[in-house]
């Protein structure tokens, strides 16, 4: 029988790689950091690394490392065991408190990434009778926590306010009992920051609760790192925050559900990743202190942060590339067409640059782009060369006839 299967998935594998969408893995042989080492993939050894979420330099730092190390030997490797069995320490517990305490919520329960961290609200908060209003640009792990739900659904073109409106007036007519509006703080392949003020607002004229999965702001967003609630000053007018330890909290991996005291006693309860996931590794969760303890004084990283942001999109402007307007490290430079993105990126690496070109479906068709992400661990003579090297990269594709 796979015989059969076997000839349609090269197929299909071929038809992916002709329209240039095919996504190679390259391998890298030193940890994340501002420049790695490239091992496979035709990169010229080490290169600057300008495609990791990680914004304040920390998957490296010597003190996360160093708790990485301590956590070991005190709590062991892994817990070989769900929350509710035997799988929960009194790291686990002292995280989820001050993570709530960080960012202003009543309670936390930790997910082994944000992915189930999405993937285990919609279903254990809403049946039948509710609504759920999304923003059409959110990340797929709230799509696909969405489709596990069997809530009205509703979505709303990206930050559109009006058509939010619209819609939240569309359920409160159809009866949901409990409306909730869901949006990224920061949609990761624009760069783009919701509007959480006017969402709130709306959420409020029409009795619906607002989430926002903030992974892509947490940590350096805000005047104290705390996200986009804070960016907007309504930390205690969002109800449900969804995040990752994956990107500017030490690159690890595991994700959170900060909210309400009720919504997360439930979820403890009833949200299946939680309830059927090995709980997270006690080194994450101890080095992730570490990484919270830092966020304390890393003042000068969200500004050096900030400031590499701001360089690398003024230069890049100037030099005549589009990228999307804005002010966060994700700086998105527009191509259009997705083998030219894919072959830019291949250029790119040749001259000692990491970047990754973005294609259907992770973006529309038709709106290829190279990710750049900025970090606090990147130095101005880095990202000048970065720049440097888009300009080269640029002048041997038009060169080539691509």
């Not at 998935?9 to 996504?23: F, M, Q, Y």
């Not at 359920?171 to 703080?185: F, H, P, Q, S, Y």
């Not at 990761?188 to 709306?202: F, K, N, Q, R, T």
């Not at 402007?317 to 990228?323: D, L, P, V």
Request: hydrophobic share 45%; charged share 25%.
């Amino acid at each position: 029988m796979f015989e059969t299967v076997r000839e349609d998935l090269r197929t299909t594998l071929d038809e992916i790689r002709a329209a240039g969408l095919h996504k190679p893995e390259r391998v890298i042989g030193t940890p994340q950091s501002a420049a790695v080492a490239v091992t496979a993939g035709g990169a010229p050894g080490e290169v600057l690394n300008f495609c990791a979420n990680n914004y304040l330099g920390l998957a490296d730092h010597p003190e996360v490392v160093a708790a990485a190390k301590d956590a070991l030997d005190r709590w062991g490797y892994g817990m070989a065991s769900v929350r509710f069995i035997c799988g929960t320490q009194e790291v686990h517990k002292e995280l989820e408190a001050r993570l709530s305490s960080f960012l202003g919520q009543e309670d936390t329960i930790l997910y082994s990434s944000c992915f189930d961290a999405n993937g285990g609200v919609f279903e254990t908060l809403l049946g039948a009778e509710d609504a759920v209003i999304s923003d059409a640009l959110n990340h797929a792990s709230i799509i696909d926590g969405i489709r596990l739900s069997k809530a009205r659904r509703f979505r709303y073109a990206n930050r559109d306010m009006a058509e939010l409106e619209a819609r939240l007036k569309e359920a409160t007519e159809g009866g949901a009992r409990r409306k909730l509006i869901v949006t990224d703080g920061v949609f990761s392949m624009d760069g783009y920051v919701a509007p959480l003020a006017e969402i709130c607002d709306l959420a409020e004229r029409y009795d619906a609760m607002v989430m926002v999965d903030d992974s892509h702001a947490v940590g350096f967003v805000g005047p104290g790192g705390r996200g986009t609630p804070e960016l907007h000053g309504v930390m205690d007018r969002v109800d449900i925050i969804t995040g990752t330890l994956g990107k500017a909290l030490g690159g690890a991996s595991g994700g959170y559900v900060a909210a309400r005291t009720e919504i997360v006693e439930l979820l403890r309860q009833r949200s299946r990743p939680y309830l059927f996931s090995n709980s997270l590794a006690p080194v994450i969760a101890a080095a992730s202190l570490k990484v919270l303890d830092l966020l304390e004084s890393a003042g000068d990283l969200r500004e050096q942060l900030a400031a590499n942001t701001s360089l690398f999109r003024t230069k890049m402007t100037e030099a005549g590339f589009e990228i999307l307007p804005g002010d966060h490290a994700i700086a998105p430079v527009m191509i259009g067409d997705a083998a030219e993105a894919s072959r830019m990126a291949e250029l790119l690496l040749e001259r000692g640059v990491y970047v990754i070109g973005f294609s259907y479906p992770v973006v529309p068709m038709g709106a290829a782009r190279i990710r750049v992400q900025l970090s606090a661990a990147h130095s101005t003579a880095d990202v000048e060369r970065a720049v440097a090297a888009f300009v080269d990269a640029r002048a041997a594709l038009a060169a080539s006839g691509a």
